[in-house]
């Protein structure tokens, strides 16, 4: 859940105000996961004050993996792109510690 997401604004008033949300969530689609500068640009629309997360997922396009990411656009190629560009040239790039 996100403060950003209006998915999400309705459940808000439902959930004690002590529970910490980021207030911005980010996910690459599927044309700019597939370049460092795509993230990049993520990186900085999150760098906005608060909280932000930029998720990605990672993981090889492997046989196991095809065999539990049967979504297409979700599946096994997508997630191996993702993890080709979290490499070093993404993170010396964007300049993010973790």
Known sequence: ???N?????DLF???DAAVPFPDAIFSPQET???CVEGLLHLCRQASAPGVSELFVHLAHDDAEMRAVTELPGWDA???QRDLDVIQPEFRQASSITT
């Open 1 to 3: 859940m996100a403060r």
């Open 5 to 9: 997401e209006q998915v999400f604004r």
């Open 13 to 15: 008033p439902h959930i």
């Open 32 to 34: 700019c996961s597939r």
């Open 77 to 79: 190629a997508w997630r």
